[in-house]
Structure formats: C-alpha cells, structure tokens
C-alpha cells in the first residue's frame, strides 16, 4: 500500500460506512461502538502496519505494535504526507 491515494481511501471508506450505517438506523447503538472500536483497534493498526511495512519502515512481525500509544505520531508523516 505505497500510494498514499489508495490509503487514504482504505482508512476512510470503512469509517464512512460505519458512519452512514449508524446514521440511517441500519445498526444500533451498541453495534456501532463495536464496530469503531474494531475499526481503530484492529483495522487501522493493521493497515497503518502494512503500510509501514511495505515501504520497509517496520518489518511485518511489528505491524501489530502500532497498537501502542504514540506510534502513530512517531511515524506520522510516513503514514498520512509520503
């Protein structure tokens, strides 16, 4: 996932379906908390990780540390300028 475009489509199309799900009364309260929090726990951290590794910043066994807090802001413009 090295074009920054299509990246940028993988992080934000599932929210907005999330978002218009809720939205529309498809899914309840309760589902849609699972859901984000699914979405910012594992989704991003596995896609913020394939990213980094495909661009040979981390290796793939370290995609799952991008779960920790402040790995995002260390590689911040890695992820979301280059």
């Known amino acids: 996932m090295r074009n920054l475009f299509f990246y940028y489509i993988a992080i934000l199309l599932p929210l907005g379906i999330i978002l218009f799900l809720a ?4 899914i309840d309260t309760t589902l849609f908390v699972v859901l984000f929090f699914a979405y910012l726990l594992l989704y991003r951290t596995w896609t913020d990780g394939t990213r980094l590794a495909s661009k040979g910043i981390i290796s793939k066994q370290d995609r799952w540390r991008m779960m920790l807090p402040g790995m995002h802001m260390k590689h ?3 992820l979301y300028l280059k």
């Open 23 to 26: 939205r529309e009364d498809y």
């Open 76 to 78: 911040f413009t890695e």
